[in-house]
């Protein structure tokens, strides 16, 4: 058994030329705060700061689209949805599930994010 005491980051690709498009997405649009790298880390790409957790995007060279994504919780889905939608950030509805409400929305590369609301 693996001993885990708490989840610490998410990384997901972007394209290879990409990593400043990826900085103004996710500090300007979606609102996270940009973090300092390590040096020892080269490849271009940045951190953000999402809650007690990190997001880290990487460039990558065979970047491709995937249905794989990370979920968050949040409270305030649909005014959260409007102001995503009010930056130009794609969202999509996609299946209901009881109990929850949700949708997904996109960076500018393809990479889909779940958000999920429990009323």
């Known amino acids: 058994m693996i001993p ?3 989840f610490d980051h998410i990384q997901i ?3 290879v030329g990409k990593a400043e498009e990826a900085r103004h997405f996710y500090e300007k649009k ?3 705060k940009v ?3 390590p040096a020892v880390i080269t490849t271009p790409g940045n951190w953000f700061q999402i809650g007690p957790y ?3 995007t990487l460039e990558e060279e065979d970047f491709q689209v995937s249905k794989r994504h990370p979920a968050f919780v949040i409270e305030g889905l649909a005014a959260v949805r409007q102001k995503l939608e009010d930056a130009g950030v794609r969202t999509k509805d996609t299946s209901q599930i009881a ?3 949700r ?3 996109y960076d500018p590369f393809g990479n889909r994010f779940e958000l999920i609301e429990y009323p």
């Open 4 to 6: 885990i005491t708490r």
């Open 103 to 105: 949708f997904f929305f």
């Open 54 to 56: 990190e997001l880290h």
């Open 30 to 32: 979606i609102g996270w």
């Open 35 to 37: 973090v300092p790298r």
């Open 13 to 15: 690709p972007v394209p």
């Open 99 to 101: 109990g929850r409400r």
